[in-house]
């Protein structure tokens, strides 16, 4: 998707910040540095609501405008294409398309921050409040508190304990991931540890715990806290973290040494009893067993051992449950996605029949034409063919209702079962 610069309403933002309408991205630049202002990006998408959140709660603030219009050249950043972006914006697109790969924006709002020379200084994004929006805009503009000047300060060992997490967030977002990483270690092992427990186990120490759980390892109390008490961490954190960031750390130090020899995937096939045993005797007792069947799954995917696979899997998720990976915790969403899983990766008829068992389990917490589908093809896999082409035409209906982006892909499923065509991959 190609990125467009649009000029904001006057009138909207006339107590807020005064978006700019410039011509080219050179001329920005010009106009910064002629100016001696910072400068101001706001990439936003016309689908993404906490940009429009942003739009209509924050930038129009007078505060905001106070903060921002004597200090920043200010311009707004479309990162969609829409029928109705006029000359301008198309205009745009060539100096927007290198803006979007050189900051490499995949996420919404994103917000850039340049000094007069052009040089990034800061990055944040997401909606955010009115406080934190003001105390982000005080950081860029004062020289103490800017990422080189924390940077510097924390490499001669003289930067307060306090600043660490804000350096931690700057370095994070301006893609300076080994420094964010060791900030983070350094903080969490020579001030969040050593706290007392009634003000470790809070929720702002907790918080930076799991926005950086990369530098957690099995050493620190707050892992053994994790481990121990789960529930509790999430109830202080209001959040569903503590069996990822769980397994995340036991991966890290007890499975991948065993999958990752060299950092490739092992050729031989790890004794799995072995690894279970080590979890159990060097972390816990109960989470062996499912931490050493995940791990068989990421060895037997990688050898594209399908039907070994689909097997283990079963087990898995008969077992534990479904997988709540990348933070996705949507019962419904994962049951869909293993069924989807097995459809596409094994063909023996029992595997099938329990993905057809999961995939009615999610559709009876949401019947989405997509989830749908996942039925009509396991069905049609089954050799159920009648009833997947009826399901399938249900579905292009429903589709057609809803203006589904997937409509061309259930419209072709459906000429390949009357066809007698495979839905899936042939390998």
């Not at 004794?271 to 060097?282: L, Y």
Request: hydrophobic share 35%; aromatic share 10%.
């Amino acid at each position: 998707m190609l990125l467009a610069v649009m000029l904001s309403a006057p009138k909207a933002q006339a107590q807020g910040i005064q978006f700019r309408e410039t011509s080219s991205w050179a001329n920005t630049l010009s106009e910064a540095k002629r100016e001696n202002k910072y400068l101001f990006v706001d990439a936003y998408a016309t689908w993404c609501a906490p940009c429009k959140e942003m739009d209509k709660n924050i930038y129009p603030l007078p505060t905001i405008g106070d903060a921002m219009n004597s200090k920043f050249i200010s311009v707004k950043v479309q990162i969609d294409q829409t029928k109705n972006d006029n000359d301008h914006i198309s205009a745009w697109y060539e100096d927007a398309q290198k803006l979007k790969d050189k900051y490499e924006i995949n996420t919404l709002p994103t917000y850039l921050f340049l000094s007069p020379q052009g040089e990034l200084i800061g990055r944040e994004s997401g909606a955010k409040n009115e406080a934190d929006f003001l105390s982000l805009i005080r950081d860029i503009t004062d020289p103490a508190r800017q990422y080189q000047s924390m940077a510097g300060k924390y490499q001669q060992g003289v930067l307060a304990i306090n600043s660490y997490p804000d350096l931690v967030r700057q370095a994070r977002g301006l893609k300076q991931d080994s420094m964010a990483i060791s900030v983070a270690r350094n903080y969490m092992i020579s001030y969040l540890e050593k706290l007392p427990e009634d003000q470790l186990y809070q929720p702002n120490p907790l918080r930076f715990y799991i926005e950086n759980n990369g530098s957690i390892n099995s050493n620190m109390k707050v892992f053994r806290f994790l481990l121990n008490h789960p529930a509790k961490f999430d109830s202080i954190t209001n959040d569903k973290y503590a069996a990822l960031i769980t397994n995340y750390v036991i991966n890290k130090e007890a499975i991948d040494p065993f999958l990752y020899p060299n950092h490739k995937l092992a050729d031989d096939e790890p004794d799995w009893s072995v690894m279970e045993t080590s979890i159990r005797t060097g972390f816990n007792n109960t989470l062996a067993k499912k931490i050493s069947l995940e791990a068989r799954l990421r060895w037997l995917s990688g050898h594209k051992r399908w039907e070994e696979y689909s097997k283990v899997l079963v087990i898995r998720v008969e077992e534990y449950g479904p997988f709540s990976g990348m933070g996705i915790t949507d019962a419904g969403f994962n049951l869909n996605d293993h069924a989807w899983d097995l459809f596409q990766h094994s063909n023996d008829k029992n595997t099938l029949k329990q993905a057809l068992i999961w995939s009615d389990r999610a559709l009876a917490l949401n019947n989405t034409p997509n989830w749908l589908d996942t039925k009509a093809n396991l069905l049609y896999k089954l050799g159920k063919n009648r009833e997947a082409i009826a399901l399938e035409i249900k579905i292009i209906n429903l589709a057609k209702g809803k203006y589904d982006p997937q409509l061309p892909e259930f419209e072709a499923n459906l000429e390949k079962m009357k066809a007698g065509q495979p839905t899936w991959s042939v390998k």
